[in-house]
Every structure is written in structure tokens, then in C-alpha cells.
């Protein structure tokens, strides 16, 4: 693994993030002949969908998908490249001088760039349900890693909850590696389908439609799945041991169980891009923040784009196909000469990515979660961290609080380790409905590097520039 | 509550988790050690004394913050497995750096 010492302190192109969208960027930069470093916190590249790729111990090709071997193309490539690929590095901050600062191996570093491209991915949406902090209830995500990086799957009474492609591609994956699961509760609305029918005619011209539904008919087959439900809870003294639903607003069903899986669709991962001052706006499709980017991923932010599901969720193919615009404008505003065979052919990019991009609608209305699932009620947690509650937050916005900003001096929720990553949505979304606002009005969290945690330790083995002091000092 | 594919390769690191030893696959992640050696929880809350387990294993929620090699606030789920370490079990507030 590379050390801080390795990095030069500065470089024609940084990306962040070692997904499709950053290893593709990387590797056409570089390709162009200039220099490139990838700054990743994972210990191998792939990002989320191709995590582990070249290391994973699942030894099956079958279990995993040819989806995810694909990943091995891209790895390829970018090793083949110059491009400097530095794993186990955590990007904390970056300037709008497009300084960077990043840890290495518990050492701090900055590193300054003519042009940064960001490619940090998605994050999954938070699913705050009565009891979703008990131990056994996790991600389907954080399944999913268990699986792609140490070949684990699931003992014991399993059931997966909520909605979206990523919960069936884990079913399916568990099944073809003979994983048992007890139950699917499928949390879409029955309503959904009216909303995403209009745009089901394109969709069925995307290339996630044969394998979309080929994947859901083989889960299908498979596991009891239970559709259209609308109240979720897992309950347990200590541990999961219960997962009560309900059928609309049907009688209630209890079912004993070890793990319960959450998932409700993926959105964009924004620290870093919000830290920097990139403007977002409310995706009301979407339900999320998204960045404001040019067609080439570029932001008001000078040098500075993003690429990939960080810039709003389109997936992996997507993300790649953007990955090739960010680096295009990146190679023509630093080296116009560059030749032209070394290069992607802009037109033929944009093609792809209208394929791959058509009946994304489709998608996000069929599983645009449900309000109950986003908006919580009473007791149930909104900020982990802190242990704030929903109505905690209901109660201080009828004392007059309107903002997630004031709401943090009232409650401290965000104001926990993970720094509101995940009751950011939640909370904007709540206050707005209190108020009768849209969540555009209440706005968000504001973010300030360090967008990861740093030791002190770490940070005193840095040259103090005025960026390095403005980077940590927190407001 | 996990287990590990047959085929997926042996668990040949040694570690101690609050003192007892355990075993690691090397390309784990600490978190995923103690997940397969079957701790149900990692940390407990500052707040309420909650015990929490690793919820996303991607960085972003911290509820896999275990004291490593005896130092604390350490992010269970990035940090690879080394041969050797010891991982401890966090009872509510650490100071943020040691
Ligand atoms: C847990 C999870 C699992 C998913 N699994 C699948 C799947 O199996 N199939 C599928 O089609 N889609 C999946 N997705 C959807 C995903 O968003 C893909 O569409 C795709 O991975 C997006 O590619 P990307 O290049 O935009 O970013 P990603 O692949 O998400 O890559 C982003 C990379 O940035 C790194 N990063 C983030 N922040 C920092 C930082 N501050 N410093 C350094 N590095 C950083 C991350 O470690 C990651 O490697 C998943 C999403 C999530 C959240
Ligand atoms: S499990 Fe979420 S940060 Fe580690």
C-alpha cells in the first residue's frame, strides 16, 4: 500500500473515489499523459458495486453476477495506467483552491490539483423504523460488503426489508450462494405503479429491464415475498429478535428473526462537494440533494467536477460513461493538444449514456419510498448518534426552530461522529412537512471540513497553511 | 449472526477481541471479524448505554467505533485486520482522540 511519502504534493488531476465513474476518469487522464492521482479510503479499488473485485473470496463467478466481474475490466485498465492509485486514503477536506487534504495510513497529507474530479458514489438512504438501531438490523448494503469483501452471508432466520433493485440484487446474490432467507417485505407502494407507469415504455428499452426482471422472477420463485407493506418494526432486549409488519393496515404479523436487512434506494454521497461550497438542489424525484453540474459533471466551483452517483443517482453504467465526460473536460482545459485516439469520442459517450440513462424515471417512480418509511413518528430514532427522536424534532420546530442548522443547537442531532450522513435527509424532510414547506425551503445541513474524522494527531504532522487551519478548524 | 463461505478461504490471523482470542481472514475488515466471530454488539452509546453493531460497513453511520490496539473512536469497518490486534469493545463516550 502506498504511504503519504509516495504522494507528490501536487498533481494535473485528483480524483476521489476509485469506483467505476473515478477508476475510468483516472484512467483516461492519465492516458492523455497527465498527472493523475485516485484517492480512495477502500483497501482495493471498485468502489460500491465492484468492491473487492480483484480480491474477493468468493470464489463462484455464478454467486456475484457478471455484473460485478465487469469491474475487473476497469481495475484492469486503470492499473495498466500511470495513473497513481492510492488505497486507504481518506479525503477529510478540499479547498476551493483544489488543495486536498487526506489521511494515509494514520498520516495526514495535502495535495494540490489542477483539477478535481469527484466520484464519492451513493450512500444508501437512511430507514428509520421503531427499533432499526438494534444490533442485527443492518443495511442491505452493509450485507452486501459483507459478502463482496469476506465472502460472509447471513445464520440464522433472515429477512429483507424495503425497496429497490439493490435489495433484490442481494436475494439473488444470497440465494445463487445458498444463503436461506425467511421472508421479503417489500415496503413499495401499491400506488407506485400508477405514478411509474407512464414511463414504463422507455424502460422497457433500458438495459436493466431484461435483467431486472430475469433477477426478480428468480428471487421470486425462491423466498415468500410479501408485498405492499406498510408498517415495519424490528423489536428485541438488546438484539433483534422480532420483526413485526403489516399488510397495508392490515392485522399485524410477527416473525422471529436474527437479521433484518434494511434498503430504500441509494443517494448521492455530498460532503465533500457541499464542503467545498458546490450548489445542490432538492431532487423532488429523487427525494435528495443533488449538485448542480454542466453535461460534463463541471460545477460553479472553478476545476472542480463531479462524476458517477455522487452527481445524482443514475448507476454503475451511468457512472462510468460520466466518468469519460469529467475527464474529457479535464484533459481539453489542461492539455488541448492531447491526441485524439487516446481519448473517448465524446458523441459516442453520450450515446451510452442515453441508453443506460433511459427509464431512469421509471425507477425512481416505482420506488420512490414510501412518506411512512422517511418520515418517522414518535420514539423512533432519527439521529443514531445523539438518540434524537422524531418527535423531539416535530416538538422543537412548534417551538420555532425552522432549520437543521438550529436544530443541531437544540438537540445535537448531526452533531454525532457521522456528522448528520445519515438524519440529514430525515431531518429536512420532517421540519419541512411540519412547516408546510418544501424541503428546497428548509435547507440542509451545513457541512464544513473535516467531512471524516482526523486525529490530532494526525493533523499535527501538517505544514500549517491557512487552507490546513481553515479545514479543521470546525464552525 | 454471519457466516463464512466454505470455500472462502481460512481464517488464519490471530486476534483478541476484549481479551479473548479470535480469528481473522486477512482482507477482512475489523468489523467483519467480529461479526464472524459472533459479537452481537461493538460499542455501546454514549446517550442511553445502547448496545450497536456495524449498520452500513461503508463509513458513514459509526456505530462500528471499537477501541483497537487501545485506541478508541477506531471505525470498525474501515480499518483492514491485522495479525496480533487487539479489539475491544466500546462502553459509552471515549474521548475523541487518545
Ligand atoms: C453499499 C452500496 C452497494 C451497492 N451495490 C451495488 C451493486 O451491487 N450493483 C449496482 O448496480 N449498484 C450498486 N450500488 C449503487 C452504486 O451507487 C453504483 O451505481 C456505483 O457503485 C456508483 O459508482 P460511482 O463510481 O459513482 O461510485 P462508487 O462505486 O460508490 O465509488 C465511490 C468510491 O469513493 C470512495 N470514497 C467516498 N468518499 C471518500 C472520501 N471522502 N475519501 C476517499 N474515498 C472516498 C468510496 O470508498 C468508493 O470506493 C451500491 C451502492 C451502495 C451504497
Ligand atoms: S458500520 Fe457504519 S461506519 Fe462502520
Redesign the pocket.
Given at each position: 500500500m502506498s504511504g503519504t511519502a509516495d504522494l507528490r504534493d501536487s498533481y494535473d488531476v485528483a480524483v476521489?473515489?476509485?469506483?467505476?465513474?473515478?477508476m475510468v476518469a483516472a484512467a483516461i487522464c492519465a492516458g492523455a499523459g497527465l498527472s493523475t492521482v485516485l484517492?480512495?479510503?477502500?483497501a482495493a479499488p471498485?468502489?460500491?458495486?465492484y468492491r473487492a473485485v480483484g480480491e474477493t473470496p468468493v470464489r463462484r463467478p455464478a454467486v456475484l453476477g457478471n455484473?460485478?466481474w465487469h469491474g475487473e475490466r476497469l481495475v484492469r485498465a486503470l492499473r495498466a495506467s500511470t495513473a497513481h492509485y492510492v488505497p486507504g486514503?481518506?479525503?477529510?477536506s478540499l479547498s476551493r483552491e483544489r488543495e486536498i487534504g487526506v489521511s494515509i495510513a494514520g498520516g495526514a497529507r495535502l495535495v494540490q490539483a489542477r483539477r478535481v474530479i469527484i466520484?464519492?458514489?451513493?450512500?444508501?438512504r437512511p430507514f428509520p423504523i421503531p427499533g432499526w438501531t438494534l444490533p442485527g438490523v443492518m443495511t442491505a448494503?452493509a450485507a452486501?460488503?459483507l459478502l463482496k469483501s469476506s465472502g460472509m452471508i447471513p445464520q440464522g432466520r433472515t429477512v429483507l426489508a424495503g425497496s429497490g433493485p439493490?435489495l433484490w440484487?442481494l436475494a439473488w446474490q444470497y440465494l445463487n450462494a445458498g444463503a436461506k432467507l425467511d421472508a421479503i417485505l417489500d415496503t413499495t407502494p401499491r400506488a407506485n405503479r400508477k405514478a411509474a407507469w407512464p414511463h414504463a415504455a422507455a424502460f422497457l428499452l433500458s438495459p436493466y429491464f431484461r435483467k431486472g426482471l430475469r433477477l426478480l422472477l428468480s428471487v421470486r420463485r425462491r423466498v415468500r415475498v410479501v408485498a405492499e407493506v406498510g408498517d415495519l418494526r424490528a423489536e428485541g432486549e438488546g438484539k433483534l429478535q422480532t420483526v413485526a409488519y403489516r399488510v397495508g393496515d392490515g392485522v399485524e404479523t410477527r416473525l422471529s428473526a436474527d437479521i433484518l436487512l434494511l434498503h430504500q434506494g441509494?443517494v448521492p454521497?455530498v460532503n465533500?462537494a457541499m464542503s467545498v461550497g458546490i450548489a445542490h438542489r432538492w431532487d423532488e424525484d429523487q427525494l435528495c440533494w443533488t449538485p448542480v453540474v454542466d453535461g460534463f459533471g463541471g460545477t460553479a466551483v472553478d476545476g472542480v467536477a463531479i462524476a458517477?452517483?455522487?452527481a445524482g443517482?443514475a448507476?454503475?453504467w451511468a457512472?462510468e460513461e460520466r466518468?469519460k465526460l469529467a475527464a474529457l473536460a479535464a484533459v481539453r482545459a489542461l492539455k488541448p493538444d492531447a491526441r485524439r485516439e487516446q481519448l473517448p469520442d465524446e458523441m459516442q459517450v453520450r450515446l451510452a449514456l442515453a441508453q443506460v440513462e433511459r427509464g431512469r424515471l421509471f425507477l425512481d417512480r416505482l420506488y420512490r419510498p414510501a412518506d411512512r418509511f422517511r418520515l418517522p413518528e414518535g420514539d423512533t430514532l432519527v439521529c443514531r448518534c445523539e438518540e434524537v427522536s422524531a418527535r423531539q424534532i416535530v416538538e422543537t420546530v412548534a417551538l420555532g426552530c425552522t432549520g437543521p442548522n438550529q436544530m443541531k443547537a437544540f438537540l445535537r442531532c448531526g452533531m454525532g461522529p457521522c456528522q448528520g450522513r445519515l438524519c440529514g435527509l430525515t431531518v429536512t424532510e420532517l421540519i419541512a412537512r411540519a412547516r408546510g414547506v418544501s424541503p428546497a425551503e428548509v435547507g440542509r445541513y451545513r457541512l464544513r471540513p473535516p467531512?471524516?474524522p482526523i486525529t490530532l494527531g494526525e493533523l499535527a504532522v501538517l505544514p500549517k497553511s491557512e487552507a490546513a487551519i481553515k479545514a479543521v478548524v470546525r464552525g | 449472526m454471519f457466516r463464512r463461505l466454505p470455500d472462502a478461504g481460512e481464517a488464519r490471523l490471530a486476534v483478541t477481541i476484549d481479551g479473548k482470542p479470535a480469528r481473522a481472514r486477512a482482507g477482512d475488515s475489523v468489523a467483519a471479524t467480529l461479526l464472524a466471530a459472533g459479537v452481537d454488539h461493538c460499542r455501546t452509546t454514549p446517550v442511553s448505554g445502547a448496545p450497536r453493531a456495524p449498520y452500513c460497513m461503508?463509513g458513514v453511520c459509526f456505530e462500528c467505533l471499537v477501541t483497537i490496539d487501545g485506541v478508541g473512536n477506531r471505525q470498525g469497518c474501515m480499518v483492514p485486520v491485522e495479525d496480533g490486534m487487539a479489539i475491544e469493545i466500546q462502553h459509552g463516550r471515549r474521548e475523541i482522540e487518545r
Open positions: 476521489i473515489g476509485a469506483g467505476p465513474a473515478g484517492l480512495d479510503e477502500q471498485g468502489g460500491q458495486i455484473d460485478y486514503a481518506t479525503v477529510w466520484a464519492t458514489g451513493a450512500l444508501e448494503g452486501q460488503i439493490l440484487l441509494v454521497n465533500l458517477g452517483d455522487g443517482i448507476g454503475a457512472a466518468g467531512v471524516k | 461503508m
